[in-house]
């Protein structure tokens, strides 16, 4: 399975692994201007476009954009940036970008120049900004954007759905617009708003053509007498006709969507000041239906919030669903205030009290079913869903106790925990993950704000009280945005070690050893080489996945992997192990999906001196290798090693399996080592489609089919062959692939010959589930098999799965 992203990697929505930095403010009634969505606006707008500058006829030598503020308060542009768009864009048309500084005063405008035309005889009055964009007099798009990176939208409703869009202006036969796009621009006429500054999100209606008339931040209209400065209008302290539960309203889109509201109360008690940044109102006079949160988020993009926990704020901005990794990802929203300006009431307010979360909170029932459909507009269901219970909390202060980990701390310090001690409980401290139907309901996804990193592995205990908002990602789904966290108290936890074969008994062992090359550090190939001879007692054969190229995600043309394998090995001398040979084909490059460049294929390592690998020549990376009869003697491969059915659609941008013939104290053994595609595109347990589409899934069936169809040509030949398929298949023991690749009773998955609750390789958001397989043919009898406990529970691990072995008489 590809390596668990973090929050803090995840675009536009990520909302972990981040230090709340509080901002000292001056005073206790101030106006925040901070981001908005191409909405209507209370503040900064666009209030004239001028592309002629220059051309034809005209006198004012420049272009010009400029920028109005409706409010009450200075605007700050730190941070922003006007950008232009050709009015007929092409899939290859770029966004031009000009930054802007300062602040567009109140009630005042701001001039950006941008280029110079060939004639023109009148210089534009002192800009504010200044660019080199050539823009066109009749037909363009101009945006005002908080953010300094150039757009990527090139459709209106891709554009008016950036979060850091904040106006949007298109004129003459623009295609990227609001509403109709304005008229009237040419070589000496400019579009331009009224006075009033009026925004009804329809540029035709908002903008009429006219005499160029650009004004900068003094007022200065160009006859060298600056305008007097207008007198603020004051900033309203009551609060709106809305309150928080209104906009969150009872299902999981709020009822205001698209809205634009108008100071709405609430005490603020979380601030995220890096990534994506924003800060999380909670309204201390709840209503009484528990289907409706308290709790919001107000979203400022690239800019830092100005606010600080305990204030008392007044916040007006456009009522957004935001998903996480995008609506088609399956996961759910995010109501977010976009574009706020926030009025500070007051500071040091006392907080809502959290609610507590703990063993008898969170219904047993994960998730409202639809068929297959989305669950946006079922009206929630607090006492009876998982889901809904923490949907209609979210944004708003809970806490928890002392809590069992079950998912350990990763770099990006998201640690998740159990509110169910007694939900499935590994013999380790973990929660396995039994079947679809069981996603266990008590998980929760831990990601501080505090800066405080922890460490934590499976089978710790959080201890103490653990507290923040409630959060939304697509990965790990509900979380906890700690601004208070507890402490670790370790459980001992002990990396397994596997049992020594006996002199005749062959170890066969399974290991994914995560992108492994010589780019990465010695330290890596060091842990993974005493994983092989400690942990797993120095296996007869492994079967390695993810072992890439020579020089790793250089995208170079190179193939080959003899120095990686060569370092590998190394390694395990160094570590006390035996001197490995090795067997694989290298793939045809940048076909074998994985990380770009890398070519990540499978390995057979194995120790000569206990068996003997088998030549035969002709396997190479598009070539099937072929089961052969022979005679009496039963039945060989036509190359070894080989690969199966390698031009395959089942194996499109995927890794193919390896097939080897070995013999252990003269006696034959086949082994097929493979790394099925990844589980990445399938919908999330916790995501608005319910139950989730398993897309990838389609292409693992196929692929075990192609595995299945294999062994069973090769037990036809000789039905007391023993065969070993083994690997990461990225599926669980209970899923439609493994039960195809067992089809027929040609094979035997050996984690189900384990207890329930030790059936896993793989921690992923705090389930212990099962990636990793091996799997044996009839004639191997009474094998002795175990999972090897070392990466997959701990903080500090060398891969993400857990090695497996089995032990063959």
């Not at 403010?25 to 002629?52: C, F, H, K, M, R």
């Not at 329809?202 to 007498?225: I, M, W």
């Not at 006390?576 to 084909?585: E, N």
């Amino acid at each position: 399975m590809s390596a668990h992203i973090p929050l803090s990697l995840r675009g536009r929505g990520a909302k972990a692994g981040l230090i709340a930095l509080p901002l000292g403010i001056a005073g206790s009634l101030i106006a925040l201007p901070l981001t908005a969505q191409a909405a209507p606006s209370p503040d900064a707008v666009i209030s004239e476009v001028y592309g002629g500058g220059g051309n034809s006829g005209a006198s004012l030598t420049h272009d010009f954009i400029e920028l109005g503020n409706a409010g009450g308060a200075p605007f700050d542009l730190s941070g922003w940036s006007v950008q232009y768009l050709s009015g007929s864009p092409t899939a290859s048309s770029k966004w031009q970008v000009t930054p802007l500084e300062g602040a567009i005063p109140a009630a005042g405008t701001y001039l950006v120049q941008e280029a110079k035309g060939a004639t023109g005889d009148t210089a534009l009055p002192t800009p504010d900004a200044t660019g080199t964009i050539a823009m066109s007099a009749t037909s363009g798009t101009v945006a005002l954007v908080h953010s300094t990176t150039a757009l990527t939208c090139l459709t209106a409703a891709d554009c008016v759905a950036d979060g850091t869009v904040k106006d949007l202006v298109g004129f003459g036969t623009a295609v990227v617009r609001e509403g109709s796009p304005a008229t009237g621009a040419g070589n000496t006429t400019s579009v331009s708003r009224a006075a009033s500054l009026a925004d009804t999100d329809d540029n035709a209606a908002d903008f009429t053509g006219g005499t160029p008339s650009p004004r900068n931040a003094t007022g200065d209209g160009g006859s060298g007498t600056p305008s007097p400065t207008p007198t603020p209008t004051p900033t309203a302290t009551d609060p709106g006709p809305l309150r928080i539960h209104d906009i969150q309203g009872t299902t999981r889109i709020s009822p205001q969507n698209g809205k634009t509201v108008t100071n709405v109360p609430g005490v603020v008690t979380g601030v995220r000041s890096t990534g994506s940044k924003g800060y999380w109102i909670q309204d201390p006079e709840p209503d009484q239906n528990p289907a409706t949160s308290e709790g919001v988020f107000v979203y400022t993009g690239s800019a830092t919030p100005l606010v600080k926990v305990g204030d008392s704020v007044l916040v007006s901005g456009k009522v957004s669903e935001y998903y996480p990794g995008g609506q088609s990802s399956g996961t759910q929203s995010v109501t977010e205030l976009t574009g706020p300006t926030a009025t500070v009431l007051s500071s040091g307010n006392q907080l809502p009290a959290p609610e507590a979360v703990d063993a008898q909170t969170l219904p047993d029932a994960y998730a409202p079913q639809a068929d297959g459909g989305r669950i946006d507009s079922l009206e929630l269901k607090p006492d009876t869903y998982t889901l809904d219970w923490l949907e209609s909390r979210e944004g708003m202060l809970v806490q928890i106790g002392d809590s069992r980990v079950v998912g350990a701390s990763n770099s990006y310090n998201e640690t998740w925990i159990t509110t169910k001690p007694k939900e499935n409980p590994t013999p380790r401290g973990g929660t396995i993950y039994k079947g679809y139907a069981s996603p266990n309901s008590g998980r929760l996804l831990i990601s501080t704000l505090t800066g405080d990193q922890l460490h934590a592995n499976v089978g710790d205990t959080l201890t103490g009280t653990t507290a923040g908002p409630v959060d939304y990602s697509n990965y790990g789904g509900y979380n906890i945005q700690a601004t208070r966290v507890g402490t670790v108290t370790s459980g001992g936890l002990k990396p397994d070690v596997a049992q020594k074969a006996k002199s005749n008994e062959l170890s066969v062992a399974t290991y994914n050893v995560e992108n492994l090359d010589p780019t990465d550090p010695q330290s890596k190939f060091d842990r993974l080489a005493e994983g092989v001879v400690k942990n797993l007692a120095s296996p007869d054969i492994v079967s390695l996945e993810e072992i890439q190229d020579n020089n790793g995600p250089k995208d170079d043309g190179t193939v080959t992997a003899d120095k990686t394998m060569a370092q590998f090995i190394e390694a395990i001398k160094a570590a006390g192990g035996p001197a490995y040979d090795w067997r694989s084909v290298d793939p045809v490059n940048d076909q074998d999906g994985g990380e770009p460049g890398g070519n990540i294929r499978n390995v057979f390592l194995f120790n000569p001196a206990r068996v003997t690998f088998v030549d035969r020549p002709g396997g190479d990376s598009t070539t099937a290798v072929e089961t052969v009869g022979d005679g009496k003697k039963g039945v060989r491969l036509s190359a070894s090693p080989g690969r199966i059915n390698p031009t395959s659609n089942a194996w499109k941008s995927s890794r193919k399996p390896l097939v080897g013939e070995f013999r252990f104290r003269g006696e034959q053994i086949f082994v097929v080592g493979n790394h099925f595609n990844s589980k990445g595109g399938d919908q999330p347990v916790h995501g608005a489609v319910q139950p989730p589409v398993l897309g990838s899934e389609t292409q693992r069936v196929a692929q075990a089919t192609e595995v299945n169809t294999f062994v069973r040509g090769l037990l036809a030949k000789d039905k007391k062959a023993k065969i070993v398929v083994l690997g990461d298949l990225n599926d669980y023991q209970f899923s439609k692939p493994l039960a195809t690749l067992t089809a027929g009773g040609v094979l035997e998955d050996l984690i189900n010959t384990l207890p329930v609750n030790e059936r896993y390789s793989y921690v992923y958001d705090g389930n212990s589930q099962t990636l990793d397989h091996i799997l044996v043919s009839p004639a191997i009898k009474k094998p002795d098999y175990e999972v090897v406990h070392i990466n997959a529970e701990f903080s500090d691990q060398s891969s993400d799965h857990d090695p497996q072995v089995v032990r063959i008489k």
